[in-house]
């Protein structure tokens, strides 16, 4: 089992700048990918960026040269640095970690991220 803590969220302008951590702690030495998905109001979850144990990424195309995930390994931390933000980025961020050798998935409770004009 896998308990992923999320921190970083708020409250920014249009074109401003936040940092997501999520911490994961219990079965660390199981977690393979790692990633960051949001949920606006009305709207289903979708994936914002993932990163493999080796730093693969992947990013939805609405991010794309404007967040940038990363991990460290040795802290079981993966982070997304969020640049020029847009209010269209305004959700509930969630952190995701899939771990054991059956993918198993794990949530945090998510970190509210809301940009305004």
């Known amino acids: 089992q896998v308990q992923l803590v999320e921190s970083g969220g708020g409250l920014v302008q249009a074109g401003g700048s936040l940092r997501l951590s999520c911490a994961a702690s219990g079965s660390i030495f199981s977690i393979n990918a790692m990633g960051w998905y949001r949920q606006a109001p009305g709207k289903q979850r979708e994936l914002v960026a993932a990163i493999t144990t080796g730093g693969s990424t992947n990013y939805a195309d609405s991010v794309k040269g404007r967040f940038t995930i990363s991990r460290n390994n040795t802290k079981n931390t993966v982070y997304l640095q969020m640049n020029s933000l847009k209010l269209e980025d305004t959700a509930v961020y969630y952190c995701?970690?899939?771990?054991?050798?059956?993918?198993?998935?794990?949530w945090g409770q998510g970190t509210q991220v809301t940009v305004s004009s």
């Open positions: 995701k970690v899939l771990s054991g050798g059956g993918l198993i998935p794990s």
